[in-house]
Nanobody, 123 residues
Framework: QVQLVESGGGSVQAGGSLRLSCAAS?????MAWFRQAPGKERDFVAV????????YYTDSVKGRFTISRDNAKTTVYLQMNNLKPEDTAVYYC???????????????????WGQGTQVTVSS
């Protein structure tokens, strides 16, 4: 059983920064961050492959967010800079245990999920 524990959410003003962390038990996987705003679907934010290769972002966060991982600590990070009110959401980390070639941006391909952490950006 894999457990994902997120931390680092909070409230900031527009233009501020936050860093989310996701500690994973067990072996390494492709790891991703998704977010869900009230009344909306859970959307892809960023992904990084199990060996730290090929970070990939949704267009709206490119240049502002950075995903990274420390495999020694089996922890994945999401550094969020220049935050905007539209970034407000519950952020979830997720793990894909399939060892697929490449990565997925679809929620259905992620088997393990964290409990979510709230990020609120005020204008």
């Amino acid at each position: 059983q894999v457990q994902l524990v997120e931390s680092g959410g909070g409230s900031v003003q527009a233009g501020g920064s936050l860093r989310l962390s996701c500690a994973a038990s067990g072996r390494t996987f492709n790891m991703a961050w998704f977010r869900q705003a009230p009344g909306k679907e859970r959307d892809f934010v960023a992904v990084i492959e199990w060996n730290g290769a090929n970070p990939y972002y949704t267009d709206s966060v490119k240049g502002r967010f950075t995903i990274s991982r420390d495999n020694a600590k089996t922890t994945v990070y999401l550094q969020m800079n220049n935050l905007k009110p539209e970034d407000t959401a519950v952020y979830y980390c997720a793990a894909d245990p399939s060892r697929r070639l490449g990565f997925s941006t679809k929620t259905i391909d992620y088997y393990y999920w964290g409990q979510g952490t709230q990020v609120t950006v005020s204008s």
